[in-house]
Structure formats: structure tokens, C-alpha cells
């Protein structure tokens, strides 16, 4: 990919995004909200790969991964004014097929389009599919680590700056109070992949983001940028207050903290568990 070509690619993405904007050229909040995010994930997925030392073949095809992985996040909330796949769509899944209807990526090799559409397509699934491998699975990791990081980002900011109370949206919708469900503490607390049918109350949308935090994360670079922001304490002390510091989040949050700080990093180098 020339730096032509990836220029002209974003600027044909950002046409995409305001051609859902209103006559003043202003996006619905939400929408803008999506636009802010994906910046950020492509910023995080340009760290991830400066500290995992990456080419720049490879930085400018995880950094177009990065900026597409949402595509179809825009449509979704217009017809649907959701951002839940299950009242919705699979957003992944649309974001190929619009991806694929645009011809952004038409001028690409066939392996790199590959490795993009693969990273999109898989960003948002419980488990990566086996059959990913070599660049493709590179770029997936990189998509769900770089796309984690922000989400974090996202609830801190939301809870700290009040936008959580008025754009509930956010959170799905969830009750604010209310216990996690059980078979997220046990699965959280193990390592284990885990359910979005199991979410009911704002709890359980937290600890979700812990779990990620307990094997969640590919890259030793991910690992480093979410122990310097101290997102597992923030998240231990709104858990805290919204579970009446139950032992089974207590828990959780312990098992979290001993996978951030065991020696894995250490002694498998940068990338936690990549394999070509």
C-alpha cells in the first residue's frame, strides 16, 4: 500500500461518516461519539505497533484495519438508534459488506485485503476463528486490542464527566445497580471467554471490561498502556460501590491484577500469545 493510497483511503472514509451528518454538516452526537472513538483506536493501534516494533507494511495496513473496523457503526444507529448488535446488526459483519460495496480497498493485493477485512470482520467475536492465521490473526489481535484500549477509555470518561447520565445509550441502557451475574464472575475469574446475553445491569457491563484484563489482551504493548492508565483500579472502585464490594467481584478483579503482573510478559516478550 502506497502513502498515497492510504491517504486517499481516509479521506474516502471520511466522506462516508458526513454523509450522515445534517444539512449544518453536524453529526448526531452519538454518531460523533463513534467518529472521536475510532480516532483513538487508530492512535492506541499506531502505539500497540511502535512498541511491538512493527514494519511499516505492516503499520499501514493495521492502521486502515483500525479506521474501518466501525464503518458500519454510522448506519446502524440511523436506522436503529443503537449501538446493540442484538437489537440491530452484526456490526462487523456489515462493515465487510460496506466495505466491500464502497471498493476502498479494490486497488489493495488480494492478502492485503484479506488481513483488513479479516480484522474487521472478527473484532467484535467472542473467539477468533481458528482458521485466522499469519497477517490476518496480526491484524485482528491488533483491531481488538487497539479497540479494547478505547472502550476503556470510553467508560472512564463517560462516568467521570457525567455523559454516562445523559447518554445512557453508552451503557446499553442497563440499570445502574444490581449484583453480576454468576456465570460472568465465574468466567471472568478464570480467563474465560464470555457471554453479552449474560449482561443485565451496568455491573455486569464493567466486568466484562475486567475480564479483558484477565488473558483479554494480545499484546505485551496493550498490557503496558492499560497499567500505566490504571484501568483496573478505576474499574475495582466503581465495582466496589456498585456491588457493595461482593467477594466474587473482589475476586475477579484480584485474578485480573495477578494476569497484568505475572511474569508471562516477561519471559514471552512483547506479544502475549500471537502465533504465525
Not at 451475574?181 to 443485565?200: F, K, P
Request: charged share 25%.
Amino acid at each position: 500500500m502506497t502513502k498515497e493510497r492510504l491517504e486517499q483511503l481516509i479521506a474516502q472514509y471520511n466522506a462516508y461518516v458526513k454523509s450522515f451528518a445534517d444539512e449544518n454538516g453536524i453529526l448526531p452526537a452519538m454518531m460523533q461519539l463513534k467518529v472521536e472513538h475510532t480516532h483513538r483506536v487508530v492512535e492506541d493501534a499506531r502505539r500497540i505497533m511502535a512498541g511491538e516494533g512493527w514494519g511499516l507494511e505492516d503499520v499501514e495496513l493495521g492502521e486502515v484495519a483500525a479506521l474501518l473496523h466501525d464503518t458500519a457503526r454510522y448506519s446502524q444507529f440511523k436506522t436503529y438508534k443503537t449501538f446493540k448488535d442484538s437489537d440491530s446488526f452484526d456490526h462487523a459483519a456489515r462493515a465487510v459488506k460496506i466495505i466491500h460495496e464502497q471498493g476502498w480497498l479494490d486497488e489493495l493485493s488480494t492478502s492485503e485485503r484479506h488481513a483488513i477485512l479479516t480484522a474487521v470482520a472478527v473484532h467484535n467475536k467472542r473467539e477468533i476463528p481458528a482458521a485466522v492465521r499469519g497477517k490476518s490473526l496480526q491484524m485482528a489481535w491488533l483491531v481488538r486490542d487497539a479497540d479494547k484500549l478505547d472502550i476503556l477509555h470510553l467508560l472512564e470518561k463517560a462516568v467521570n464527566d457525567g455523559s454516562l447520565e445523559r447518554n445512557p445509550e453508552i451503557a446499553w441502557g442497563l440499570q445502574m445497580k444490581g449484583i453480576p451475574d454468576a456465570r460472568l464472575m465465574e468466567a471472568v475469574e478464570a480467563g474465560r471467554t464470555v457471554s453479552y446475553d449474560w449482561i443485565h445491569c451496568f455491573a455486569d457491563f464493567v466486568l466484562i471490561q475486567v475480564g479483558w484484563l484477565n488473558g483479554g489482551l494480545q499484546y505485551g504493548s496493550s498490557v503496558r498502556l492499560v497499567q500505566e492508565r490504571r484501568v483496573l483500579e478505576f474499574r475495582e472502585e466503581l465495582l466496589s460501590r456498585l456491588t457493595d464490594n461482593h467477594p466474587g467481584v473482589t475476586r475477579c478483579c484480584q485474578a485480573a491484577r495477578e494476569w497484568l503482573e505475572s511474569g508471562v510478559l516477561k519471559s514471552q516478550g512483547p506479544s502475549l500469545r500471537f502465533t504465525s
